[in-house]
């Protein structure tokens, strides 16, 4: 059998008729589970209005201690109509000297009696683009698939910031890369990379996020110059779904390792760091500490294919023109 729903009017219509028939006041208030206050106020809005007497009334109080006095909310509606252009701080100006014996409401006050009325002209959102994902692959070649990132911020001890931009070969985990930088600008990527494509060849693909300055979320196709520059290489660019860093795991598992044992304590300047940088990446290429599960060293899964793409390589490699 289903539930029987119960609404607030027809118990109290209920109750009202089962008074008027002649039960106690007492009983039918512990049976309906209210108090005997209840029921005589019920029972009394009955007697004085009818029926409408039993419906909710409004809880809003009669009065309240802050609430604009309509004078003040008139001149505020019929200034913005004589100048529409006019917005909450020049209105509210214009009220001073208009209402000097008046409490000046505050701007935002103002503006929510414009909103009120329908005199705010509300300024259409601008869709800003969003850049997606692209497919990713899962080579198990060297330099077939390298990641990049920059590791975050650290602070130094003269208050500035350090970001490290990392390299990284996806199939061996080998570290190409990791460079001390002042700064994300692609000014200073372009000669990280370019010096690492000059030791290790050049990779089919790279792996990055949305960020700058591996991406433009402003530019045609969401490319930015370093990307453009990649893409005249014949490099292939992969980019991880925004939100997503689990889609550069083996990289960001990297960044772990470095931040425990190569950022504290802070350095003094941003040129300290690198030292550490340098220490980490050679422990990290020659102790295994990335190795896969094949347990091969990254220096040794990577050095034949180092070789065999430096040859394809020429020394005309269209590197920035200009840009160091």
Known sequence: MPWKECHVMDERVRFVARLLDGEKMAVLCEEF?????????IYQRYKEIGAKGLTDRSRRPHRHANQLPMVVEKAIVRLKKDYPSWGAPKIRERLKQKLPDVGCPAISTVHATLDRHGLVKRRRR????????????????????????????FLLANHRYCYPLTITDF???????????????????????????????????IRT????PFASAHALYGLSKLSVWWLRLGIALERITPGHPEQNGRHERMHLTL???????ASANVLQPQGRFDAFVNATTTSGH?????????????RPQRACIRASTSSTIPFTTGRR
Do not use: H, M
């Not at 990791?178 to 089919?204: H, I, M, N, W």
């Not at 996020?209 to 700058?212: F, Y």
């Not at 990335?290 to 990577?302: D, L, N, Q």
């Open 33 to 41: 589970g209210i108090s005997r206050k209840t029921g005589y106020k």
């Open 126 to 153: 601008r869709v800003r683009p969003r850049l997606t994902g692209t497919a990713l692959s899962a080579p198990l070649a060297p330099n077939a698939l390298w990641c990049a990132d920059y590791k975050g911020e």
């Open 171 to 205: 199939a061996t985990r080998y570290l190409i890369a990791c460079e001390a930088l002042s700064t994300t600008k692609e000014r200073y990527a372009f000669g990280v990379f370019e010096r690492a494509f000059q030791d290790y060849g050049v990779p089919r693909a």
């Open 209 to 212: 996020d949305n960020g700058v």
């Open 259 to 265: 931040k425990t044992e190569a950022t504290t304590p």
């Open 290 to 302: 990335t190795r896969r599960s094949t347990c091969r060293r990254p220096r040794r899964a990577t």
